[in-house]
């Protein structure tokens, strides 16, 4: 018994540091757009993430001890799904992108602030789904878009928890 006490491993307090959504910059947010509509999915991701991820915050302790981690999460990349039509006159040529989320976590000691590790997860619509809703009224008439916040929070959903088990693996 008193050799399990001295290599019992002390689970370590796991905090929330920052929570970050990279606006976009590409081309790309035009999928936001409808006629009557316009979603605005960096608000929506950053309201979900911090949903997510309800951990105490890093500032607040008060006495840290040696084997506190901190988490550090960002979404580094995400789109809405569209379709465009790049062709000539004559010649269709489509192009298209599927609604996709990347989500970093960088796991790192409160004391130190050494990184411990980092952690990518990515989730990209299934194609049945992206041609279900392609081939909608929806998409045809474009009112609103056809990939709303709804849609892209489901996938950042899905790449949290992926991001979440892989940080437990390693804790």
Known sequence: MVFKEWFKKE???????NILVVPRNSFKDIDEWGFFHQENLGEALNEVITDIFQLPL?????????????????VVKYQSGDI????????????FWRPKVEVRARLYKLT???????????????????????MSLRAFFR????????????????????????MKKAI
């Open 112 to 134: 130190s602030g050494k990184t411990l590790a980092v952690f990518t997860s990515k989730e990209k619509m299934k194609w049945g789904e992206y041609w279900r809703k392609m």
């Open 11 to 17: 689970k370590p307090r796991v905090f929330l540091g």
């Open 143 to 166: 009112f609103r878009p056809v990939f709303d916040k709804e849609d892209i929070q489901i996938l950042l959903c899905k790449s949290c928890i992926k991001l979440v088990e892989k």
């Open 84 to 95: 465009v039509d790049i062709g000539l006159h004559e010649i269709p040529l489509f192009w």
């Open 58 to 74: 890093a500032n607040n302790v008060d006495d840290p001890k040696k084997t506190d981690l901190v988490v550090d999460v960002a």
